[in-house]
């Protein structure tokens, strides 16, 4: 069976910094599964997967609070009926993905 282990570089130490969590307790849930009986070492593809299911959450929780911090700007602007005045909006798109299209 082919495994991931996972010293903790640079990169990931940064990572862990920034969020406030161990740099190895970061490394080990991203390359074992644990549960109260026992801890499975994954495969590369699914360390893979958890590493992309980790940034697909942080660019959602990131692109949310962007848009949270827009919409209270545009409210900042609001007639004494409540709606934006008109012509002030900000449409955006996120085509960004993280899925292979095969």
Do not use: M
Not at 36 to 43: N, R
Not at 77 to 88: E, N, S, V
């Amino acid at each position: 069976r082919d495994v991931t282990t996972a010293s903790p570089t640079q990169s990931l130490e940064q990572a862990a910094q920034l969020w406030g969590v161990d740099a190895a307790a970061l490394a080990q849930s991203l390359t074992q599964k644990n549960t109260a009986w026992y801890t499975t070492p994954l495969s590369p593809a699914q360390a893979a997967d958890r590493r992309d299911a980790l940034c697909k959450a942080l660019y959602s929780g990131v692109f949310n609070a962007l848009i949270d911090r827009l919409n209270a700007i545009l409210r900042l602007g609001t007639t004494a009926t409540g709606a934006a005045p008109q012509g002030h909006f900000i449409g955006l798109l996120d085509i960004f993905g993280f899925e292979h299209v095969k």
